[in-house]
């Protein structure tokens, strides 16, 4: 299957406290391990930038799933929290909790429209049966 679309990353320096930036020029920034991770803190980081992306694309697939099924939204958002936890083996997991906000919408309607955008979202699908990824729909 050909790709739509691939972004290119590259880390340099020392991993969790070195740099990354992208071929497209977009993205060029210093990384630092979390102070809550027994870094310094003071720059961005992985999970900061997953995070990011989660949401965005998150958002793209509710807007997408909303305009398939001629619903309208208006002042729409999607947090994204990404949970660093140990795994018992010395090593890490990732779980995700997903805040959906959308107003003047019944629950009803907007927990199904969360729900069929994590059917489409890519980040979902890449993640989905990997990790822990939690949905909370509200209106405010």
Not at 4 to 30: F, K, M, P, Q, W
Not at 50 to 73: D, E, P
Request: hydrophobic residues 40%; aromatic residues 4%.
């Amino acid at each position: 299957m050909n790709p739509l679309y691939t972004a290119e990353a590259l880390s340099t320096g020392a991993g969790r406290n070195g740099h990354v930036t992208t071929t497209s020029g977009t993205i060029s920034l210093d990384l630092a391990t979390p102070k809550a991770m027994g870094g310094s803190g003071g720059g961005a980081n992985p999970e900061e930038l997953f995070a990011a992306g989660y949401a965005a694309c998150f958002h793209s697939a509710l807007q997408m799933v909303a305009r398939s099924q001629k619903a309208t939204l208006t002042d729409t958002s999607v947090g994204s929290l990404v949970h660093v936890l140990p795994n018992g083996d010395g090593g890490f997991v990732l779980a995700v909790t997903l805040e959906v906000v959308i107003p003047e919408m019944a629950h009803e309607q907007a927990q199904a429209l969360a729900e069929a955008a994590h059917k489409v979202c890519p980040y979902s699908n890449a993640t989905r049966g990997n990790i822990e990824v939690t949905i909370n729909v509200t209106d405010d």
